[in-house]
Structures are given as structure tokens and as C-alpha cells.
T-cell receptor, first 117, second 113 residues
Framework: GAVVSQHPSWVICKSGTSVKIECRSLDFQATTMFWYRQFPKQSLMLMATSNEGSKATYEQGVEKDKFLINHASLTLSTLTVTSAHPEDSSFYIC?????????????FGPGTRLTVL | DQQVKQNSPSLSVQEGRISILNCDYTNSMFDYFLWYKKYPAEGPTFLISISSIKDKNEDGRFTVFLNKSAKHLSLHIVPSQPGDSAVYFCAASVGNTGNQFYFGTGTSLTVIP
């Protein structure tokens, strides 16, 4: 099946620093990528939808200036958590939809555990 | 507003028996539904999907049933195996061509050997 990778798998940073998370589709071109956040024992909450070459669409309540999303190529999207604070600590997961074959599902990355001290 | 709900946060089943996970939704525009399986600290893995033109889809030990009038879907796993122990999320979308998914809150399944 399709493979989506995320890097790093976990990161610990100090409050006030910025963290970049990469999401790559390894064997297909992803015209659309999604970024989710999961709190412990809670559902996956969609943060934003990004289409290659255009600005991301953010869900209500998600600060676009804090969570910068870039989808510069068909295989790479990045999420940058700017000026991270302890409340940003969470599990961030990306997913990608195969835009070339029209596959009707999303393939998820393994997630990135962010801990802000 | 939680448009997709999984009212049972956890479920325990004996190995070999049937596991039934339930999911309800409120948006009548949803016409495509999926089930994902998730292990701790990993991304979800796609299991099975169903379009609203069907009421049942089967793939090996996994069967998804859709009751559109009740806005309810369920995932049946039979026979259940210890390796099935994970959190199961149902998801729904309007169409299946690039639209966002709305996820339920998940049900943690434990299959007891």
C-alpha cells in the first residue's frame, strides 16, 4: 500500500522555539495532504488541508500564523509550529491522498510526538 | 460539534468471538465512510470503507454495515484475534475525491486471548 513518512517521529523543545515537521508521500504524488492533531484519548482533529502549490485551508480555531503549512511539492508538506508552548504538546499526524489514481482513501503518516517544555 | 460519534470508548472481547464496533453520524450529507485502526504512537491504518450506495462491504474478517436511515454504521470483526487490539476510528466524508474526513472519538478494542 501507499507509504507516508513523517520526520521527526518525536521532538522535545523549549518553550518559544519553532519546530518543523515533514510529511512525505514516498510512492505516490499527493495533491492533497491533511494535518491532524490528537490529544490523549481523543479523536483526530483536522487542523488544515493543504493542496500542492496553494495556501492551506485551516479549520476553525486553528491559528494559521502559529501552525504554518507549506505544500511545496507533490510529495512533501511541512507543518511548522511557531513559538511553541507547552499547550502545543500533542501528537501530530499527516495524511495524504493519492491525486493521480484517484484512490478514495487517505494514507496516514506514523505521527510526530511533540513535547514542549 | 462532533458529527461522527463512537459512544463506546472501549470494548473487550474474547479471542475467537465477534467484535462489533459502532459509529453514529449526524450529517446526512456524508456518503462515504471508513474505518481505521490505530496503535499507540502510530498513524492510523486504513481497514475498510463503504459508500452510501451499499449497505454492506466485506473484506476478510472485517465487515462494515451501513444503515443510512439510522445514520449508523458498524464494523464487525470475526473471529477476533489478539492482534486486533487497537483503537478503531470511524470516519465520514462528503464524497470520496479529496474532501476532508470527520473522525469519531475512537473505540479501544481489547481482544483477550
Amino acid at each position: 500500500g501507499a507509504v507516508v513518512s513523517q520526520h521527526p517521529s518525536w521532538v522535545i523543545c523549549k518553550s518559544g522555539t519553532s519546530v518543523k515537521i515533514e510529511c512525505r508521500s514516498l510512492d505516490f504524488q499527493a495533491t492533497t495532504m491533511f494535518w491532524y492533531r490528537q490529544f490523549p484519548k481523543q479523536s483526530l482533529m483536522l487542523m488544515a488541508t493543504s493542496n500542492e502549490g496553494s495556501k492551506a485551508t485551516y479549520e476553525q480555531g486553528v491559528e494559521k500564523d502559529k501552525f504554518l503549512i507549506n505544500h511545496a511539492s507533490l510529495t512533501l508538506s511541512t507543518l511548522t509550529v511557531t513559538s511553541a508552548h507547552p499547550e502545543d504538546s500533542s501528537f501530530y499526524i499527516c495524511s495524504a491522498r493519492d491525486g493521480m489514481t484517484g484512490l478514495d482513501t487517505q494514507y496516514f503518516g506514523p505521527g510526530t510526538r511533540l513535547t514542549v517544555l | 460539534d462532533q458529527q461522527v460519534k463512537q459512544n463506546s470508548p472501549s470494548l473487550s472481547v474474547q479471542e475467537g468471538r465477534i467484535s462489533i464496533l459502532n459509529c453514529d453520524y449526524t450529517n446526512s450529507m456524508f456518503d462515504y465512510f471508513l474505518w481505521y485502526k490505530k496503535y499507540p504512537a502510530e498513524g492510523p491504518t486504513f481497514l475498510i470503507s463503504i459508500s452510501s450506495i451499499k449497505d454492506k462491504n466485506e473484506d476478510g474478517r472485517f465487515t462494515v454495515f451501513l444503515n443510512k436511515s439510522a445514520k449508523h454504521l458498524s464494523l464487525h470483526i470475526v473471529p477476533s484475534q489478539p492482534g486486533d487490539s487497537a483503537v478503531y476510528f470511524c470516519a465520514a466524508s462528503v464524497g470520496n475525491t479529496g474532501n476532508q474526513f470527520y473522525f469519531g472519538t475512537g473505540t479501544s478494542l481489547t481482544v483477550i486471548p
